[in-house]
């Protein structure tokens, strides 16, 4: 049996869905929590003054605008939905007092991508560009980041995951802290998936740490792409062991690594690999082996309690790199250190063996680290351990590494 409605039924449930889809599909936007109501108010002024910029707003434009704002807005929510409809007054005390917080933090990011993202889904007009380009400069928002922007806003206007994957080679370019946190919430609605291959790249974002799964990393490891980005995951590396071999370019951000007891962090024949942001925790073999890679960038990340438990009867003092190792015959002076911290990191032998070059066996340029008790012990057994002795060859990396403003704290020599 067929069940009809009337027409004007219809119309009314229709009508209904319609007006109720901003509650329904908001788009969140955590960088206006905590903020000022004035600040957060102004910020939906200055979009709905860049729609305003036309003579029409078309009704694809205010169902999105008023998505952020219940995404956003707690307060004054059918005030700031009106602004598209109706006049509004806009002081200049307001844009003022918008650029001085904005400039000083992401929230300019984001501003700029709702406001490309909103002024794009129709026939742009100059008076919309010119506006927009007074905003980027005022907001201290250079080109590159601009053009990073546009690409992310015309992949999400498109849902094409290839555009917004092969987006991210721009932002290697560029000097700031943009991530995925300025435009994700429009990824969740447009683009359901925590996968994206471009041409040049494949990119692994899951929706958070917790989301990381198995199927997804072996997907993005075995990726044909040149290039492999890797952000927010999450992983006991002796549940899945992780490696990237014949890659020009590896990225991992904002990752965090457990376990390895048995496995380590592993790349092989790659061109760059950059870890930025990471943590690697309680490793009791090496944190990171890697084998002719040209360029190892680590930068603001920690390495925490990474200490390779292991027997060997090897002669005095030779170099072993128990948290980053090179398996490199020669040595080479492809690691560069940038903000990382090094805590109760090292090795435990269990033989009467001392060690040099405990941490890593390649030569590295440290700059802006700290490192705290990080030693090689010897005579090692489950209820005791006697640092290596002292010893000008009792280091942690190997002799012509560089130091530049780093902090030592109960450590053993630097090189």
Known sequence: MVITMKTDNMSKLYSYLEQ??????PIKNKYLNNIPEEI????FKMLAAFLHQKENISDSQKQLYKRLVVGA?????????????NDFDFELEDFIAFVKFATKNNLKYRFIFDALVLICMEEKNKEQIKLLAYFCEELDVNKFELIYLSENAMAILEMDSIKFADAEIKRDNIYCELSKDIFYEYIEFTMDTAIFKGEKITLYSPVSQDKTTVCDLTEAQNSKTPSVKIIGIKINLDEFALSFKNKEQVIMESCVFTGGINNSLIFENCEKVILNNC???????????FKKVKSLEITKTKFIGCIRKYHSQDAHWT??????????KEISDSVILEGCVFEDCGGQNTC???????ICNSRVKADKCRFISCWNYRNCTDATREKDPEDRRRTMFMEGSLSVNCIFDDCALFC
């Open 352 to 358: 009467e063996r001392t060690k040099s070059a405990f």
């Open 20 to 25: 109720n889809k901003p509650k329904i599909y």
């Open 40 to 43: 957060r108010k102004n910020y």
């Open 73 to 85: 807005v707690n307060e004054n929510t059918k005030e700031i939905i009106d602004f598209t409809e």
């Open 319 to 328: 170099s072993e790199g128990q948290v980053i190792c090179s398996l490199d």
């Open 279 to 289: 943590s690697f925790e309680n490793f009791s073999t090496f944190a990171i082996k």
